[in-house]
């Protein structure tokens, strides 16, 4: 059974920074695709970034430059550095699993957790 656990989500200010972390209770964490989306208040659903094969990493363009992810599969950890962050950034943010051959950039077809988070004043 896929669960997942985010954590680290919080308010900060304008260009502050902000890590996230998903720990992933996946027996083969290492063979899963894995990332994050976000929902804000009346959007929908939003691709953040994404990490397959353990090193190739997409990235959605309202956050290219400035987010970074990475996983640990050693500690079946996933993880979101967040700078330079916006008022928009503000949202709860959801770590996302899928089989790796299945991974799509889309929330359709994943494992989800239960969100934490993230607010970004002026």
């Known amino acids: 059974q896929v669960q997942l656990l985010e954590s680290g989500g919080g308010m900060v200010q304008a260009g502050g920074s902000l890590r996230l972390s998903c720990v992933a209770s996946?027996?083969?964490?290492?063979?899963?695709?894995v990332g994050w989306f976000r929902q804000a208040p009346g959007k929908e659903r939003e691709f953040v970034a994404s990490i397959r094969w353990s090193t190739i990493t997409f990235y959605g363009d309202s956050v290219k430059g400035r987010f970074t992810i990475s996983r640990d599969n050693a500690k079946n950890t996933l993880y979101l550095q967040m700078n330079s962050l916006k008022p928009e950034d503000t949202a709860v943010y959801y770590c996302?699993?899928?089989?790796?051959?299945?991974?799509?950039?889309?929330?359709?077809?994943?494992?989800w957790g239960q969100g934490t988070r993230v607010t970004v004043s002026s």
């Open positions: 996302a699993a899928a089989w790796q051959s299945s991974w799509t950039n889309s929330p359709s077809d994943k494992y």
């Open positions: 996946i027996s083969t964490f290492s063979e899963y695709a």
